[in-house]
């Protein structure tokens, strides 16, 4: 499995970011798909999920401090996640990653069965206040 995010760069609070993640080596269409994301200078601090989608796209689920202003679409036949941020926040800076994902109690989490080096490098969002 390869993953590649990109899009991330430093911008203003305000701005608007689309950020894209390729994936190969995993049959695409078959997964519920996630944004996740990390800060690492925090130390100790888990990686979050923000956001997934349905196979299908026919179905979406956003964590509350990005409802409304993250949207998360995908491309089936160009195995591609996108996650489309407008009016970021300071609090928004992190390194995003995408992965299959799903929803456990509320939390978006990957399924047991993604590796620990399925994950791809990330790209970085950094917002200026």
């Known amino acids: 499995v390869q993953v590649v995010e990109s899009g991330g760069t430093s911008v203003q609070a305000g701005d608007s970011l689309r950020l894209s993640c390729t994936v190969s080596g995993l049959a695409f269409v078959g997964y519920d798909m996630g944004w996740f994301r990390q800060t690492p200078e925090i130390p100790g601090k888990e990686r979050e999920g923000?956001?997934?989608?349905?196979?299908?796209?026919?179905?979406?689920y956003y964590i509350d401090s990005v409802k409304g202003r993250f949207t998360i679409s995908r491309d089936n036949a160009m195995k591609t996640l996108y996650l489309q941020m407008n009016n970021l926040l300071y609090e928004d800076t992190a390194v995003y990653y995408c992965?299959?994902?799903?929803?456990?109690?509320?939390?978006?989490?990957?399924?047991?069965?993604?590796?620990?080096?399925?994950w791809g490098q990330g790209t970085r969002v950094t917002v200026s206040s």
């Open positions: 992965a299959p994902a799903r929803i456990e109690t509320g939390t978006i989490v990957v399924p047991p069965t993604w590796a620990s080096d399925n």
């Open positions: 923000v956001s997934v989608i349905s196979w299908d796209s026919k179905s979406t």
